[in-house]
């Protein structure tokens, strides 16, 4: 019987926000005022989106990023302490921290605007957070924060021997030596058109199909894992739940691991907000056995 991998060890190198979170019926077009339905302030950024989708996901998390001095900070801190989420890398910057504003329309569908603020004050790794990275498993990306950074941590992770996966969002153009130091890129479709070819340089290319689940292509062929019927109430974060999820389900392969991961995606828009729904283990595990989860 082949041993079950050890539970990863993931460094998240990432943006914190507090997402504010409208709800609709409809999103309004430009110039127009709608009343909204609700109303929640949530934790969120896709780098700590991330984090505690891969904390829920078994994995042991640590999180390198920046919040403000503002009211939202100490909210900020705790959310991913209560996750069981290391957050000694966690520094503190004048100013604001950063926000989200989502609106969010009767079909799940959501619009949102990022101010990065302390995120983009995050503007370099002390040696604490190079050792954290080279004992990692998996050091997990974005691009919320300045690219500067995203490119030194995975260079050091690359002399070290820890696996990169980036989730290059929001897009914008990265230089062919950031690119070359990709193990795993996860994007959406939107996301693979806008960078094109470049991605091919990746070895492994896992893509978001949103309800048609997720391709992989590199070493190990190319494969389409469906997604999971669930009723979505709240798109936001659910692009964060599966790539969390994924890097800390990595060890088990790239088959099990997009599986894994699309479950993740799934659950996760089952309630308001980015972080709100995001399964554990168990609960993901329960969805996989199902007769329907895994289709000939």
Not at 16 to 39: I, Q, S
Not at 71 to 83: D, H, K, T
Not at 226 to 231: G, I, L
Request: contains cysteine; charged residues 20%.
């Amino acid at each position: 019987m082949r041993a079950e991998p050890l539970p990863a060890a993931v460094v998240v190198l990432g943006s914190v926000n507090m997402d504010l979170v409208a709800t609709v019926g409809r999103r309004p077009a430009p110039g127009e005022t709608v009343l909204g339905t609700g109303f929640a302030a949530v934790p969120g950024g896709k780098g700590a989106n991330q984090a505690v989708a891969a904390r829920r996901s078994g994995a042991g998390v640590r999180f390198l990023g920046a919040v403000g001095d503002d009211v939202f900070a100490p909210a900020l801190r705790e959310s991913l302490v209560r996750e069981g989420i290391e957050v000694r890398g966690l520094r503190g910057a004048e100013g604001p921290s950063g926000t989200a504003t989502i609106v969010v329309d009767g079909d799940g569908e959501n619009s949102i605007v990022v101010v990065p603020a302390a995120n983009h004050a995050f503007a370099e790794l002390d040696p604490a957070d190079l050792v954290a990275i080279a004992a990692a498993d998996i050091l997990l990306c974005q691009l919320e924060i300045p690219i500067p950074v995203v490119a030194a941590g995975f260079a050091h992770a690359r002399a070290n021997g820890t696996v990169t996966v980036l989730n290059p969002s929001p897009v914008q153009r990265l230089a062919a030596e950031l690119w070359a130091l990709v193990d795993i890129a996860v994007v959406n479709r939107g996301e693979a058109e806008a960078i094109g070819d470049v991605l091919d340089q990746v070895p492994h290319r896992v893509t978001t199909l949103g309800a048609d689940g997720a391709r992989y292509d590199g070493p190990d062929g190319c494969f389409t894992i469906p997604a999971v019927r669930v009723r979505a109430v709240d798109t936001t974060g659910a692009g964060d739940a599966f790539t969390g999820a994924l890097a800390a389900r990595w060890a088990h392969g790239p088959e099990e691991a997009v599986r894994w991961a699309c479950a993740a995606g799934a659950l996760a828009t089952t309630a308001l907000g980015a972080t709100t729904a995001v399964p554990d283990a168990s609960a993901i595990a329960r969805v996989l056995a199902r007769p329907d989860a895994r289709p000939d």
